[in-house]
């Protein structure tokens, strides 16, 4: 019966590494997508990938199979896959759910030279965030989608923009209101919409707080924050006594507000001024 099952395995993972190096190859590509891979260096990779890790090898193709249908690229998913079994191992996450963020990820980075190598950080930073935060990986994982998203709207360099997305989603389930990563993701898409919104931006320059950053993307979300911070408790505006009215007023959105909420109370905490800051 062991004889039977290696036999089932093998015809398993060999059928799997077929099916992902068809489905991969784009002969219309220039480049990397543009040429068959051995179905026999996938299954090699995977087998390795799994001695390392202590991951079954068809599991391994199968996370990687999610990937390039989410992404079409083989390539940056190879590049990246020992690296995310190894930290989906870690974090008690399902590798397939790994790759699978990993995939959002990928997309939100869009077209980028060593695409491979800042999948990886960014799924390294989400990981040191969950340890530190509220939300664990194999939970936020699963709301990669949204987080890239939303990372789109932001100015900067996209690797740094989905860290500070992770980071937002974080302090909406810890101290924002957010029942769950669920929550918090979604919070942060209301959040990211209300930038979009003709009344949201009046009151931010009402306030005097500047919104547009570079080629037509919205700045930092961090830096916006930090702005609608010292302005909403800023003495031309009332001063603290008025501070949660002037912030609903910029962040009217029940659901945006989850995401600043957290970084209100610790401003207030402080005291408000530079030392809230």
Do not use: C, H
């Amino acid at each position: 019966p062991s004889l039977a099952g290696a036999v089932g395995r093998s015809v398993s993972l060999q059928s799997r590494a077929v099916a992902l190096s068809n489905s991969a190859y784009m002969p219309s590509q220039s480049g990397a997508n543009g040429q068959r891979v051995d179905p026999s260096a996938l299954m090699a990779q995977a087998k390795q990938i799994g001695n390392a890790a202590a991951f079954d090898p068809d599991k391994v193709l199968e996370g990687l199979q999610k990937f390039v249908a989410k992404t079409g690229d083989l390539e940056t998913g190879r590049a990246a896959l020992s690296d995310l079994a190894v930290l989906s191992k870690a974090t008690s996450t399902e590798l397939d759910d790994m790759v699978d963020a990993a995939g959002d990820a990928a997309n939100a980075l869009g077209d980028t030279d060593n695409k491979g190598a800042k999948v990886k950080a960014v799924m390294g930073a989400i990981a040191a965030q969950g340890k530190e935060g509220a939300v664990e990986i194999k939970d936020l994982a699963r709301q990669m989608a949204k987080l890239g998203a939303s990372a789109g709207t932001f100015e900067g360099d996209p690797t740094k923009v989905i860290w500070q997305m992770g980071a937002l989603a974080q302090m909406s389930r810890k101290m924002g209101g957010s029942a769950s990563a669920t929550q918090a993701a979604t919070s942060l898409g209301s959040f990211t919409n209300i930038y979009s919104k003709n009344a949201r931006l009046n009151a931010f320059t009402k306030f005097g707080v500047e919104t547009q950053g570079a080629g037509g993307k919205i700045r930092k979300p961090i830096e916006v924050i930090v702005d609608a911070l010292r302005a909403a408790s800023s003495d031309k505006f009332g001063g603290m006594k008025n501070f949660n009215r002037n912030m609903g007023e910029m962040v009217m959105d029940a659901g945006a507000r989850r995401t600043t909420r957290g970084f209100e109370t610790i401003f207030k905490e402080a005291g408000g001024g530079e030392e809230g800051i």
